[in-house]
């Protein structure tokens, strides 16, 4: 039945879109076609797949590639490995401004919201008793296994991290960001949607994940407290209280980053193989009756984006 009400979900959202599309159409000299390369971040993976077949309805003539992976990750290829794409979107704003731009891309949207939750099924050990008051020491427990992503290649890893940290002044549990942060690292993957698989294997019995993706994999969550969920913009000066250390540009070299209210980003790259359909796409991602409506469908809150004329 949700997957019925989804599906006529994204063909009313298209018949929305071609109502301020067509006109662009009949106007436009050139064929929107061929490729677009879309880096984008591993919790994005969902909603940017039915993004992408409902912008396919509409110009059926392009062919999307859709590659996840951490946001740093994202950025990386880019920066580092000289991989070309058309599209970066980021699970934190933040990794576009100080990785690509100027240099890379001149324009960082940001479009949607999020929040942390503990994650887990019903065969996960003390998944009948954990709650907002004992989720910590439950994670804790010698014969539970939890696991994160990398706070090296994810914001997921490293938000993970500011929410244990506002956990131990927040429940007042002295070293509880030491004791837990040291637990279970052999745990630790690429981007936070492979700790789904650890988590569906039963190899882990809880995973720090975005709440958006828990839902579109209709996977049990635990809603955190907005004083540590990274949630809420207005309690950004609390969320600035915790901070960690990740790598920076080059060997050995370390960036400190600060807590924050969770905000997705996206950009169109200078260099873009396919511009006019990149440009095309972004119109329809960044449309409130288009690809934001869809995030929302997908448990993203979104915000409503004014494009520059060169989209």
């Known amino acids: 039945m949700k997957k019925l009400f989804r599906i006529l979900f994204i063909s009313l959202t298209i018949l929305q879109f071609n109502g301020c599309t067509n006109k662009q159409q009949q106007d436009s000299q050139t064929p ?18 039915q993004i992408a077949d409902s912008f396919k309805t509409i110009y059926p003539n392009v062919n999307i590639i859709l590659e996840a992976s951490g946001s740093v990750d994202c950025a990386r290829k880019i920066t580092d490995l000289n991989r070309s794409c058309d599209i970066m979107a980021s699970a934190d704003y933040k990794v576009i401004d100080k ?27 003390y998944s009948n008793e954990i709650n907002q008051q004992n989720w910590t020491e439950i994670l804790l427990k010698n014969d539970v296994f939890y696991g ?12 993970s991290v500011f929410t244990i940290k506002l956990a131990e002044d927040f429940y007042k549990l002295p070293e509880l960001a030491t004791n837990l942060l040291d637990k279970d690292n ?10 789904i698989a ?16 828990a839902e579109q994999h209709l996977l049990n969550y635990l809603i955190l407290p907005d004083e540590i969920n990274l949630k809420n913009p207005e309690m950004e000066a609390l969320y600035s209280t915790a901070t960690t250390e990740i790598s920076g540009k080059t060997p050995g070299e370390k960036t400190t980053l600060k807590g924050e209210a969770m905000v997705y980003g996206v950009c169109m790259l200078k260099n873009a193989p396919n511009k006019i359909a990149a440009a095309t796409f972004m119109k329809f991602l960044l449309n409130k009756n288009g690809g934001l409506k869809i995030m929302e469908q997908n448990g993203q809150p979104f915000f409503v984006v004014d494009l520059p004329k060169e989209f």
């Open 32 to 49: 929107v076609s061929g490729d677009i390369i879309i880096f984008h971040a591993g919790s994005l993976s969902v909603p940017f797949k």
């Open 99 to 125: 990785m690509l731009i100027p240099v890379y891309a001149k324009s960082n949207f940001k479009f949607a919201a999020n929040e942390m939750a503990i994650v887990y099924t019903d065969k996960s050990k």
């Open 148 to 159: 994160r992503s990398d706070p090296n290649s994810d914001p997921c890893g490293y938000r």
């Open 186 to 195: 052999n745990l630790i993957r690429p981007k936070e949607t492979d700790l």
């Open 198 to 213: 650890l988590l569906e294997t039963h190899t882990v019995d809880y995973i720090f994940l975005y709440r958006s993706v």
